[in-house]
């Protein structure tokens, strides 16, 4: 397959059916085939019911490994030290330059507690506290992501949590070092190479050997969501992750061939991957449709790249900037670079983006690995309430309430009237007996 039979789809801002096409050509429908929910159903109720077995049959069959227990499937800390210690200076050099940056970005957004005092006395506030044990869920399978376990685990010690779960599918060739030294640098205390539902539904139920976690963070295949789907409420969730998104507004002020690799970066995540571009000028357009054509031939994974950009893609003509945030706002892309001149007067047309990448020398791919913040991102247009992943992920806000004689007596008339006018008799009375006490109890 070369790049002379790739098409890209185009559209046009001033089309009168631009947002109709646009939405059809995203296909985000959150709509799972009723035979994945099956599958996944039936593997969540065996691993709860038949616990390490389940599993194990599982990895067996899907992973195509034959582990005899629990424990080989098992690596401990002890084991990731020790691959931190074996890798080659250049890999660990970069790694923790990597989770450096990723500890100190996260460490800004710890949030702590805090109150406040009315004048009767009364205190109000708000307790922070991080999550006992959470379970993170490195993506694998097709490749090995150590990137994924520094952005995963990394804002969960920093918030303070007791204890980190991981499970990556069964890891293979000589980058599985890679992955157990990155687990190592984020402070991950049990590592478990299992992955898919039965990852999940082991790190939701809890199994002889895998304990139960509070939280799940981490994006995998459709199994891997529909399992995360099924199991929340029994524990939390991150958010639904769907196929990685890159759009790039750009002014015509960028190097056509930047911004084409770019695109690659995006596009050779796997062929459903989308990537897009929105430029103020076709000619733009046609210079980077250039570069693509001459720069992926020389691509390691071009078969990847130009399935992707041929189903995927989208190059977006707007008429002005303004234009092309509209347009973005409507995709609410994972990422969204703002390849222009002037990128920060642009950000506040900008509503809806996982992470925004801002000027042509922030490439998306340096957020991928080494920026700062977590490259877990909301996809699928969830961006538009969901946010990257960060600390506060990790953390619980409780309410405090510490009433006064004084106010207890103030808000008991209000919460008793509006509990009558709800026909809840014990909930007035409840609070009126408080105020009956603080009568009692008044000096005379």
Known sequence: MTSQSLTITRLSVADSEFENQLLRLLQREMLIADDVTEIVTAILKDVRARGDQAVLEYTRKFDDFDAASIQDLSVSREQMLASLENLADPQ????????????????????GSWHYEEADGSIYGQKVSPLERVGVYVPGGKANYPSSVLMLAIPARVAGVKEIIATVPTAYGPEVDLIFAAAALAGVDRLFTIGGAQAIAALAYGTESIPRVDKITGPGNIFV?????????????????????????????TDPDWVAMDLFSQAEHDEQAQAILIATSAEFLDQVLASIERLLPSMERRSIIHESLQNRG?????????????????????????????????????????AIFLGKYSAEALGDYCAGPSHVLPTSGTARFFSALGVYDFQKRTSIINCSPAGAAKLAITAAEIARNEHLHAHALSAEYRLDSTEESEPD
């Open 92 to 111: 660990r050099q970069a790694l923790e330059h990597a989770a450096q940056r990723i500890g100190s970005y996260h460490e800004r957004q710890k949030q």
């Open 314 to 354: 989208i190059f977006i003509l707007a008429a002005d900037l303004e234009t092309a945030a509209m347009a973005s706002n409507l995709i609410a892309p994972e990422h969204l670079e703002l390849s222009v001149v002037d990128s920060e007067q642009l950000l506040p047309r900008i509503d809806h983006a996982g």
């Open 225 to 253: 969501t529909v399992a995360k789907k099924l199991v929340f409420g029994e524990v939390g969730i991150d958010m639904i992750a769907g196929p990685s998104e890159l759009t790039i507004i750009c002014d015509g002020s």
